[in-house]
């Protein structure tokens, strides 16, 4: 059974977690130094509203679906001695650890903070000033741990 679904939740584990280094890639790029050059609150009271809205099914879906199914790659890659299964339990685990476990640890605490500040405010402002320096490197990292993870995964695969 191993070697039959393997290949299916690889390919289904690659589409996540390239999935989510673009969403993460398209933050570090775009989103973010956008929303640094917006004056005054403004920035803070959009990613404010970026930080509730993406919480919604879908996105909960793809961004800890795919970190469950890393998991389950890497396990079965080790369990059933797959071709590959050195990439198949780096790629597995990468997005887990650095997409997931950093956005918890890191990232989430960040939002929460920020989501709760009055905009307005200096210590708002303080907050958003402190929170741009410190989650947009942050996000590079889960950006370049999906993507290494979208890769190893495929070199795991072929």
Do not use: C
Request: proline letters at 5%; a neutral charge.
């Amino acid at each position: 059974m191993t070697t039959s679904v393997l290949p299916v939740l690889t390919v289904l584990t690659i589409v996540g977690t390239g999935v989510m280094a673009g969403l993460f890639f398209a933050f570090s790029t775009s989103v973010m130094p956008g929303l640094a050059r917006v004056p005054g609150p403004e920035g803070a009271r959009a990613m404010q509203e970026s930080n509730k809205t993406i919480l919604n099914p879908l996105f909960l879906l793809v961004f800890l679906g795919t970190g469950v199914l890393g998991v389950v790659v890497a396990i079965l890659a080790l369990v059933g001695g797959a071709s590959g299964a050195v990439w198949l339990v780096i790629g597995g685990l990468l997005y887990p650890i650095g997409g997931v476990v950093v956005t918890m640890v890191v990232n989430v605490p960040m939002n929460n903070r920020l989501v709760a500040a009055d905009a307005d405010s200096a210590e708002g402002q303080a907050i958003w000033t402190d929170y741009l320096a410190r989650w947009t490197p942050w996000n590079h990292l889960r950006a370049v741990t999906s993507a290494l993870s979208t890769a190893a995964l495929a070199i795991g695969l072929i």
